[in-house]
């Protein structure tokens, strides 16, 4: 086998579970995943570790239902201020891990150090020493070295960072969970430092429960025995949850409000909703710099050390109440997927619209996709809750619904490739029309279209922009069209391959 970035891509991708795997999962309601926590401390001895070992990476772990990914490079961002810089001159870190899922563009975006994602270079590199130390401890036992030899795609991943970061050096490194916490594949952890809990939803119910108080119990299987926990204000029902296991594991839990002094700092993360998760990342930080002796704990309120303040400004995000621009189009991407960060979405969308100097209805596009959770609903709760905020019964003039096959060509981008959907409503275009289905439903004046890539939805956007701006010179006469506002959301699969779509054609 090569050893190239595109060869680790292509040796990733069959750790993928397929369809009937990943539906037998959800089937069982989580049964299946009880015994993950033994499995994958046996998948790390198999590569050379034990849990404990990576004690001394100085672990912050995060997990929640909204958030968790916003709040995790926030804490990552203040840390990195206390990096060797010049504008440091006593340094507390060496290097800064921060492992986050999913990616948006490249796989190798999940693991990153010092805030910047692995090179293709280093990312092959401990890819393939993952791979060939599972191969090992397998012929060492005279069992296969198929795919068998290995833990499924985000096990291995997560394995391959606990081993990039004890080979970097790493001295502190952010964890965010994939899915629930009690049972997640990162809650191997020993002993971190801090643990964090965002903000809570229904999501994942399958896996997690269809209650919150189930979701709560998930996610507070984070907290550990002489680890501060900290958490944003909850409903009742999940704060009395978080409470009462925190009590069992003998934790000290705090509920963090909003800071009024970040009413002073511009963050670096658009959306009112990041204050909450801004001031979190600040109780965090500074109770993990205090655990290791840098710090003394930040009073509430109190003005803020300069590198909390720069971290906070600094810190970038791609994908979440992000805007690219081009020519007469302003594409508004936030990758929000579950109900309430989709109407927060809404609600910064709506934030951004200017106020129409044409006397013609203003020219609004979505671009939506979601391919596993209920899409009809949350596509429901999109129009609400923007028909609210903009006071317009027809948020949008024109709907796209594609599927997250990222070229009509060419496909799925290697890093964007998915096996774990049913191949024929793919294929078929199921979800997008029934999406289509609906949102006629709810609006029956939008010009609604399903398309099967999303390259073939960006281009007829781009079709319809250049369509409107012609008519917005016609009808003004002065050579200036007012900008259209296309808000594209729904999926984390969809924004990545919007973006790889974007950035291919420039």
């Known amino acids: 086998m090569e050893r190239s970035y595109a060869d680790a891509i292509s040796a990733l991708n069959t750790l993928q579970s397929n369809f009937s795997v990943v539906d037998a999962i959800r089937k069982s309601k989580g049964a299946l995943n009880k015994d993950s926590i033994p499995e994958m401390l046996d998948w790390c001895r198999k590569i050379g570790y034990e849990a404990s070992d990576f ?12 958030g968790k990914g916003s709040t995790s490079a926030f804490i990552s961002s203040i840390l990195a201020q206390y ?3 010049p504008s440091q001159p006593n340094p507390r870190f060496h290097k800064i891990g921060l492992y986050t899922s999913p990616h948006l563009r490249f796989v190798r975006e999940r693991i990153r150090i ?9 990312f092959a590199k401990y890819f393939f020493q993952t791979w060939d130390r599972l191969e090992e401890s397998a012929r060492a036992k005279s069992l296969p070295t198929d795919s068998k030899a290995k833990p499924g795609y985000f096990r291995f991943l997560t394995l391959m960072a606990f081993h990039t970061y004890m080979s970097e050096g790493v001295d502190t490194a952010i964890i965010e969970c994939g899915i629930g916490g009690e049972y997640d594949a990162t809650n191997i952890l020993v002993k971190p430092r801090v643990t964090g809990i965002t903000s809570l939803g229904i999501d994942h119910v399958n896996l997690l429960g269809n209650t919150i108080e189930s979701i709560a119990w998930h996610k507070a299987g984070i907290m550990k025995p002489g680890a501060p926990a900290f958490t944003v204000p909850q409903s009742p029902a999940a704060q009395k949850v978080l409470e009462e296991r925190a009590a069992e594991k003998s934790v000290l839990l705090e ?8 009413s002073t700092i511009p963050l670096g993360l658009a959306g009112d909703f990041q204050l909450s998760n801004a001031s979190l990342a600040i109780r965090i930080a500074s109770a993990h710099l205090q655990s290791l002796g840098h710090a003394s704990p930040l009073p509430p309120s109190s003005e803020l050390p300069a ?5 906070l400004q600094k810190v970038r995000w791609p994908g979440r109440c992000e805007i690219r621009r081009e020519r007469n189009i302003n594409w508004h991407i936030d990758s929000g997927h579950t109900t309430e960060s989709i109407q927060a979405a809404a609600t910064w969308f709506a934030s951004q619209i200017p106020p129409s100097t044409n006397k013609k209805r203003p020219t609004r596009i979505l671009l939506f996709n979601q391919q596993t959770r209920d899409a009809s609903a949350l596509a429901t709760t999109l129009h609400t809750h923007l028909a609210i905020s903009l006071h317009d019964q027809k948020p949008f003039t024109h709907t796209a619904f594609c599927s997250n096959i990222t070229f009509r060509d060419a496909g799925f981008r290697p890093d964007l490739v998915s096996i774990n959907n049913n191949e024929t409503v793919v294929k078929e275009l199921k979800v997008q029309k029934e999406l289509a289905k609906t949102w006629r439903g709810i609006d029956d004046q939008a010009e609604v279209v399903v398309k099967g ?8 956007i781009r079709s319809v922009a250049a369509d409107s701006r012609n008519e917005g010179i016609e009808e003004n006469g002065e050579g200036v069209a007012e900008q259209v506002q296309v808000l594209v959301t729904g999926s984390v699969h969809l924004v990545g391959g919007f973006l790889e779509v974007l950035e291919s054609g420039e």
């Open 453 to 460: 890539s999303i390259e073939e939805a960006v281009n007829w």
């Open 83 to 85: 990096l060797p810089l």
């Open 255 to 262: 509920t963090v409000s909003i800071e009024p002094i970040l």
């Open 307 to 311: 590198e909390f303040n720069a971290g």
């Open 55 to 66: 004690d001394r990476l100085n672990l912050i772990h995060i997990a929640g239902t909204k």
């Open 114 to 122: 010092d805030n910047e994602p692995l090179s293709e270079e280093t």
